[in-house]
């Protein structure tokens, strides 16, 4: 009795773990009968179901930082559109097109001549011109070629604007000879000298009669000093003579209105008078004279009142439009017949769209 008594305490100990560990069999086998379940019923497994969305790798939301980015920059594009708006606008006043002028100015542009990177003033020099006259050497060492040059790109834009020039004398019934024809600009380099030699040179291929040359563009008028390697006469000189000087190529003669190295001012209209008898009476059917740049200075205004014809050259992107109207005034105050040619025009459209804008 002693020895079961003692015993019964660890009986029944092992019944507790025997209990215990049955229960965690049955929890077990329980579990896993479950999982041989749902590997049986996985739909990756069964051929007629398939999963509709995959999960998403985690990642940072930025809906927020992409709506300011977004925000910013089409308020940058508006800003950018409104600034160059206002620029062309209210800031920049320069002629650009020629509808800006014929509106502002109710005259046509009598030709647009587009920008070139030889559309620069040429100024040539004995020591420059050697002896053919073709071509001029730039700062740069580069060879250019002469207005006067048929491969020249302006000399198309020239021989357009001596057809235009004659249909406008003959409808007009100008007649008389000499034929006056002034060209101008508002500031050097704005092309006048050089459409004033190509046109004179068109002219002159015509071989409807003597075309003369004359530079009162001084001392800016080394241009045409040197023409074909022949250097000009003084235009008294050209007119009195009974046997003008050899002509630089056919029917074309050059002369200066005033000796070299003389200041624009000396060119007045008391001098000008003093040969406008000479120079009805000579033997040339046009006369281009290549006038001094248009300002407060210039003796142009009274110059052009004897012009038959006054081409204004204007600059595009340069000449304010309230120049371009004042100085078209004072030539027509001076009751000159001006046709303005806007030259060195850009256009920023590709050349689909150049025809619509």
């Known amino acids: 009795m002693k020895q079961l008594a003692d015993t019964t305490p660890q009986?029944?100990?092992?019944?507790?773990?025997?209990?215990?560990?049955?229960?965690?069999?049955e929890y077990f086998e329980g579990s896993l009968e479950k999982a041989r379940v749902d590997e049986a019923l996985d739909p990756s497994k069964m051929p007629n179901i398939s999963a509709v969305q995959r999960p998403s790798p985690p990642s940072l939301v930025t809906k927020t930082r992409d709506k300011v980015a977004l925000g910013l920059a089409i308020g940058g594009l508006f800003l950018g559109l409104g600034l160059g708006l206002g620029n062309e606008l209210f800031l920049n006043r320069s002629v650009k097109r020629p509808l800006e002028l014929e509106g502002q100015l109710h005259t046509p542009v009598f030709v647009s001549i587009p920008y070139s990177s030889a559309n620069n003033r040429l100024r040539l020099s004995k020591k420059s011109n050697g002896q053919n006259g073709k071509q001029t050497v730039r700062a740069n060492g580069k060879a250019e070629l002469a207005p006067w040059d048929p491969a020249h790109f302006i000399r198309p834009y020239a021989a357009a604007i001596r057809d235009r020039l004659g249909l406008y004398f003959e409808l007009q019934g100008i007649s008389h000879k000499p034929k006056l024809v002034g060209v101008t600009g508002f500031h050097e380099g704005a092309g006048s000298s050089t459409l004033a030699a190509s046109l004179a040179a068109s002219m002159s291929e015509t071989g409807e009669g003597k075309v003369l040359l004359v530079d009162a563009n001084i001392p800016n008028g080394e241009a045409h000093q040197f023409f074909d390697g022949r250097p000009a006469m003084?235009?008294?000189?050209?007119?009195?003579s009974s046997a003008?000087?050899?002509?630089?190529?056919?029917?074309?003669?050059?002369?200066?209105?005033?000796?070299?190295?003389?200041?624009?001012?000396?060119?007045?209209?008391?001098?000008?008078?003093?040969?406008?008898?000479?120079?009805?009476?000579?033997?040339?059917?046009?006369?281009i004279f290549d006038l001094p740049p248009l300002n407060q200075t210039s003796p142009t205004i009274g110059l052009a009142g004897f012009m038959d014809k006054v081409l204004l050259v204007v600059e595009a992107e340069k000449n304010n439009r309230e120049l371009v109207q004042r100085g078209y005034r004072e030539l027509m105050g001076a009751r000159a017949d001006v046709s303005i040619v806007l030259n060195k025009v850009r256009s920023y459209f590709p050349k689909w769209l150049e025809a619509k804008v």
């Open 244 to 287: 003008p000087a050899s002509p630089a190529v056919d029917n074309l003669y050059l002369a200066t209105i005033s000796p070299p190295n003389a200041h624009p001012a000396r060119v007045g209209l008391k001098r000008f008078l003093a040969l406008m008898p000479n120079l009805k009476a000579s033997e040339f059917d046009y006369v």
């Open 11 to 25: 009986i029944a100990s092992l019944e507790r773990s025997k209990d215990l560990e049955e229960a965690n069999y």
């Open 234 to 240: 003084p235009l008294k000189g050209a007119l009195e």
